[in-house]
C-alpha cells in the first residue's frame, strides 16, 4: 500500500516513518524545501528518541520518501493523510488555513478515489470543510471522481513519539463510508496484530475525541497542582495524597504528577481552542476555563518560591536553571514553563546560567543570549545562590550533591518537579523547596 503524508512536524514525520516501518511505502510531503533536503540527507528537524535511525533504514529500503510536490504523488497513493499545523489564532481557535490548503491541492491534481485523512488536531467540523473545500476544486475541473474524508486523531507523546505510535493504547478513527474503514483497517493492521484497538466512529466524534482526550489529562495535571499548593499550605504531603488516590482504580496511578504547569504543543492549544468552540456555540467550558488559569499561574510557582527566599531582593541573584525543554526526552520549549521563569527572572534583575541536556540549541533560537548556557549540570550552579530544577531529565536525577553544594553560593534547590527526597536534601545540608510537600 502507498500513502501521502503531508507535513513533517512531529506527528507527520513519525507516523510517516513508523508507516514505512510497518511495510506500507510512505511519501512525506512538507512544502519547506531546506526541511525536505534535509531529511534526504538524514537531518531530522526534532529531536525524538529512536526516530533518526528509523528514518535512515527505511530511507535505505525505499519505502520513504521526502518530497515537496504533493501533487505528483496523488497518482500513487491510496491515502493522503494531513498532518500540518493547526497554530492557535489570535482569539485561540485552531487556523485551518494549513488543513484546507492541502485539501485545496488534493481537489486540484487527484486523479482517482483517495481517502483524505486528517491527523492534525483540528475542531470538531472540519472534515466537513476538508471534504467542501476539495470537492471545490472537483467541480472547478468538472471532474466526477468521488473521495472520503476521514478523521484520525493522533495522540502520541513527545519523547515517546516512536513507541507510542508502533504500540498505540488504540486508534481512534471516524469514517464515512466502508471503503476508508477497509484502508484504514489495512493500514493499521501490522501495528495491531494480536490486539486490535482500533475504535472506528463517526468523524465529529473522533474530532471531539482527541480535544476531550487532552483536556481530561490536562485538567488531572491542573487539579493536582491545586491540590499540591493546598497541600503546601495545610502541611499535607502531595507525595502521599498522590499515591493514596491513584490506587483507586477508577483514578488511576498515572498523569497526577504535580510540577511547575504543563506545556508543549499540544494542552496549551487544545484547551484553548475547546474553550473558544464552545464558547462559539454559547457553552461555556467552565472547567476548562480555571484547568488554565490554574496552568498559568503555576508556570510562575518557581519565580514566586524565589522572589519569596529572598523576600523581593532579586537583583543580581544568580539563579541556576537545570532543565529548558517542557518535558524530559525532547528539544520542544513550546509553552515550556522555563520561558515564564526565565522572563520573570531577568525582569526582576538576576542572572540566569541553565542546562538541558538537548534543548539549548532551541533556547538560543527563542532567548538567544539573555541567560549564560552551561557546559553541563555542574557548571550551571557555579555561584549560584539558588537551583531550580525545571525538567525531570534522567541525568539530573542523581547529581553528586556534595559538588553542586561545593559550587554554590547559597545552598538552596528549588524542584520543581518533586524528584529528590527533602529528608537527603536537608542531610546534604541544601534549604530544598519543593511542590506541595
Ligand atoms: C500530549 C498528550 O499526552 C498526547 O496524547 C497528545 O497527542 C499530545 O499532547 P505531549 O504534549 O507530548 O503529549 O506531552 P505529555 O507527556 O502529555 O506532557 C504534557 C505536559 O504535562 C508536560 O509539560 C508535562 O511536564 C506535564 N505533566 C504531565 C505534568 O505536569 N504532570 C503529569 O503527571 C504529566
Redesign the pocket.
Known amino acids: 500500500m502507498k500513502i501521502a503524508i503531508v507535513g513533517t512536524g512531529y506527528v507527520g514525520l513519525v507516523s510517516g516513518t513508523c508507516f514505512a516501518e510497518m511495510g506500507t511505502e510512505v511519501f512525506c510531503v512538507d512544502v519547506n524545501e531546506k526541511k525536505i533536503a534535509d531529511l534526504n540527507q538524514g537531518i531530522l528537524p526534532i529531536y525524538e528518541p529512536g526516530l533518526e535511525e528509523m528514518v535512515n533504514r527505511n530511507q535505505k529500503a525505499g519505502r520513504l520518501h521526502f518530497v515537496t510536490d504533493l501533487a505528483s504523488c496523488l497518482n500513487e497513493v491510496e491515502v493522503v493523510f494531513s498532518a500540518v499545523g493547526t497554530p492557535p489564532d489570535e482569539d485561540g481557535s485552531a487556523d485551518l488555513k494549513y488543513v484546507l490548503e492541502v485539501a485545496h491541492t488534493v481537489g486540484r491534481y487527484m486523479n482517482k478515489y483517495l481517502t483524505v485523512v486528517t491527523k492534525s488536531t483540528v475542531p470538531v467540523g472540519t472534515a466537513k470543510k476538508v471534504r467542501q473545500a476539495i470537492q471545490e476544486e472537483l467541480d472547478k475541473r468538472g471532474s466526477d471522481l468521488t473521495f472520503d474524508v476521514a478523521s484520525n486523531p493522533?495522540?502520541?507523546?513527545?519523547?515517546a513519539a516512536v513507541k507510542d505510535f508502533l504500540s498505540p493504547d488504540r486508534i481512534v478513527v471516524g469514517v464515512e463510508s466502508e471503503r476508508s474503514k477497509e484502508l484504514m483497517t489495512r493500514l493499521y493492521r501490522p501495528f495491531l496484530l494480536n490486539n486490535f484497538r482500533v475504535i472506528f466512529m463517526d468523524v465529529p466524534s473522533a474530532e471531539m475525541t482527541k480535544y476531550a482526550?487532552?483536556a481530561m489529562?490536562a485538567t488531572?495535571?491542573s487539579f493536582?497542582n491545586d491540590i499540591a499548593n493546598l497541600c503546601e499550605i495545610v502541611g499535607a504531603d502531595v507525595n502521599m495524597v498522590r499515591k493514596g488516590i491513584g490506587t483507586d482504580v477508577r483514578i488511576g496511578h498515572?498523569?497526577?504528577?504535580?510540577?511547575c504547569?504543563?506545556?508543549?504543543?499540544?494542552?496549551p492549544k487544545?484547551v484553548k481552542a475547546l474553550v473558544k468552540t464552545a464558547a462559539d456555540h454559547g457553552y461555556p467550558m467552565r472547567i476548562l476555563q480555571a484547568v488554565e488559569e490554574v496552568n498559568e499561574q503555576q508556570k510562575s510557582i518557581l519565580f514566586r518560591k524565589v522572589d519569596k527566599y529572598f523576600k523581593g531582593d532579586l537583583k543580581g541573584k544568580r539563579v541556576a536553571i537545570w532543565g529548558l525543554a517542557?518535558?524530559p526526552e525532547?528539544d520542544d520549549m513550546r509553552e515550556a514553563?522555563s520561558l515564564v521563569v526565565i522572563q520573570k527572572l531577568l525582569e526582576a534583575g538576576c542572572e540566569v546560567s541553565a542546562y538541558d541536556p538537548v534543548a539549548m540549541d532551541e533556547s538560543r533560537r527563542r532567548i538567544g543570549n539573555t541567560i549564560r548556557y552551561a557546559k553541563d549540570i555542574y557548571d550551571a550552579v557555579m555561584d549560584a545562590d539558588v537551583l531550580l530544577l525545571i525538567t525531570e531529565w534522567k541525568e539530573f536525577r542523581m547529581p553528586s550533591w556534595q559538588v553542586v553544594k561545593k559550587l554554590m553560593a547559597n545552598p538552596l534547590v528549588i524542584d520543581g518537579r518533586n524528584i529528590y527526597d527533602p529528608a537527603e536534601m536537608a542531610e546534604y545540608g541544601f534549604d530544598y523547596h519543593c511542590i506541595g510537600r
Open positions: 493522533e495522540f502520541l507523546k513527545e519523547g482526550a487532552n489529562l488531572r495535571i493536582m498515572r498523569f497526577l504528577y504535580p510540577g504547569g504543563y506545556g508543549g504543543s499540544c494542552f487544545d517542557f518535558k525532547t514553563p
